[in-house]
């Protein structure tokens, strides 16, 4: 399995978790913004890690500082590379979402997608709902030519970057329709997702199925009076009552549709970057003379 995808998850099990309180009586205060010594710098690994546990850390978290390219090297002192870029993706560097308040973190204050989206000669225009203070926004589009979509539509091109040969596939329109009756707003058929901080992940990946469903049906007449309800999502075909993986409850992302953080991983490199790995072998946009004379899957590493 490719190292790229396993060593940033070794990364993610770091910090804390949030815990449920049960008493009811609690009146919840909130403590403000709070600091703390890795603020702005490089997050610390779980202490105890072994050797080779914590050159795993560091590893994984180099690969998810890097830069990536559509080919050949990146000029500049100290920057690491990796190749595969695009045709179509949303950043060039996980980090550039996750890092706030330290890497692997939630967006930033300055948004990276703004000088991103022009980076080495590139010609994307920077989408309405992207703003200079704003955080990172991925697009998913409701409908697509009249079709139920839902899926993550990358922002940008690598069209007229100086690594992408003569590639030149066009950027999707995100130029807002405005409402119907009013005229204002946004295109309606854009919903967005901001980047969440993947702290203490590797330990929500650790708690056993049956924890989560316990702690599920605790309090039940509690929850019901405040209205706390929901369901765990399940490893499925997507069917009612046909399980066409091993229908285990899943945890991460968007309605914890992914199972694992490798799984994440993986997904993350294909939809975020356009770099496709043994997890997703295939390029979502498959344009000859738009691979970078990269091979599929990009990464094997
Ligand atoms: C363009 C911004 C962007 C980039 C780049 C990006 N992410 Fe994310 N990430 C998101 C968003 C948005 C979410 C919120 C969940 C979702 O959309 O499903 C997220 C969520 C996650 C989560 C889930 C956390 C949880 O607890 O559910 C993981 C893990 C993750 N990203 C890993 C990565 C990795 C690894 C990379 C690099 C390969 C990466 N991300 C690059 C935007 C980004």
């Given at each position: 399995m490719s190292a790229q995808l396993i060593r940033p998850i070794v990364m993610m099990g770091f910090a804390s978790m949030c815990l449920f309180s049960t008493e009811a009586s609690a009146i919840p205060v909130d403590p403000g913004v709070r600091t703390a010594s890795t603020d702005n710098s490089s997050p610390n690994p779980l202490p105890g890690l072994g050797t080779d546990e914590l050159a795993f850390f560091a590893d994984g978290l180099a690969r998810f500082t890097t830069i990536e390219v559509v080919s050949g090297a990146v000029q500049g002192p100290g920057v690491s590379q990796g190749n595969g870029l695009g045709p179509r993706f949303n950043s060039n560097q996980c980090s550039s979402c996750h890092s706030?308040?330290?890497?692997?973190?939630?967006?930033?204050?300055?948004?990276?997608l703004i000088s991103i989206a022009t980076a080495f000669g590139a010609a994307n225009s920077v989408p309405w709902f992207l703003t200079p203070n704003g955080p990172a926004r991925e697009a998913r589009f409701v409908q697509s030519n009249g079709a139920y979509d839902g899926g993550v539509h990358d922002l940008f091109v690598i069209s007229g970057r100086s690594d992408a040969g003569s590639c030149n596939i066009t950027q999707p329109s995100f130029s807002p329709a405005g409402d119907p009756v009013s005229g204002q707003g946004g295109n309606p058929n854009v919903v967005f997702r901001i980047p969440t901080p993947m702290f203490g992940a590797g330990l929500i990946e650790a708690i056993p199925d049956s924890v989560i469903l316990a702690n599920m049906n605790q309090n039940a007449s509690q929850k019901a009076q405040r209205g706390v309800r929901g369901h765990a999502n399940t490893v499925h075909s997507g069917i009612a009552n046909l399980s066409g993986n091993d229908g285990t409850v899943t945890r991460f992302g968007w309605k914890a549709q992914n199972k694992s953080l490798l799984m994440f991983a993986g997904e993350a490199y294909n939809v975020e970057m356009g770099i496709s790995n043994e997890l997703f072998p295939q390029e979502r946009d498959e344009t000859p003379g738009c691979q970078g004379g990269n091979a599929s899957p990009n990464d094997t590493d």
């Open positions: 706030q308040p330290t890497i692997g973190g939630s967006s930033p204050s300055e948004n990276p």
